[in-house]
C-alpha cells in the first residue's frame, strides 16, 4: 500500500526512526532544536513540518525519501494514462504547501528517460487550495457513472 511508504504519517514514523539513531545531521537540525532533542517525541505538526518550511535540510530530506515512491507512481500513472493534472490534498501536504509540491514534483522529474514528458510533468501536479473540489468532483463523477452502470443493469440505484 502506497501510504505505507508515502504518507505523512510514514513520514513521522521514518523521521522517529532516523533520529533515534541520533545521526550528526538530526542532531544539527531545527527539527532537533523544536523537539528538543527528543526523537520519539517528533511529529510532523510540531516539528517536521515547521522544520521543512524553514528550510531545514533533515527534515526535508526525511520528506523527499518518503515522496519519492509516490512521485514515482503518479509518473506511471500519469504517462501511462494521459492524466492531464493531480490535485495534491491531505493535511500534511496541505500544510507544506509549495514545498510538498516542490519535493514530489522532484520526484515526478527524477530519472526521467524522456527529454519531451518534462513539460507535461512539470504542470501536472495543482495544490489543494488551487482545486479544493476536485476531490468531491472526482468522487460525484465516479458514483454518477456507477449509478448509470446499474441502471443499465437492470438494478435500482
Not at 500534511?92 to 524522456?114: P, R, T, V
Request: proline share 3%; with cysteine; net charge negative.
Amino acid at each position: 500500500h502506497l501510504s505505507s511508504f508515502s504518507s505523512g504519517r510514514r513520514v513521522e514514523r521514518w523521521a522517529r526512526l532516523l533520529a533515534s539513531g541520533m545521526d550528526t545531521a538530526f542532531a544539527g537540525s531545527v527539527a532537533y532544536e523544536l523537539s528538543q532533542g527528543r526523537a520519539d517525541l517528533l511529529t510532523n505538526e510540531l516539528h517536521i513540518v515547521p522544520a521543512v518550511l524553514a528550510g531545514d535540510e533533515w527534515a526535508t530530506g526525511v520528506v523527499r525519501r518518503c515522496t519519492y515512491p509516490l512521485g514515482h507512481m503518479l509518473r506511471t500513472i500519469a504517462v501511462t494514462n494521459a492524466v492531464e493534472s493531480i490535485a495534491v490534498i491531505g493535511g500534511f501536504a496541505a500544510s507544506l504547501g509549495d514545498c510538498y509540491l516542490d519535493i514530489l514534483q522532484e520526484a515526478l522529474d527524477e530519472n526521467e528517460d524522456f527529454a519531451i514528458l518534462k513539460p507535461f510533468l512539470s504542470g501536472l501536479l495543482w495544490r489543494e487550495a488551487e482545486v479544493p473540489e476536485e476531490c468531491l468532483l472526482g468522487a460525484a463523477t465516479y458514483g454518477r457513472v456507477r449509478a448509470s452502470d446499474q441502471i443499465e443493469m437492470g438494478f435500482s440505484a
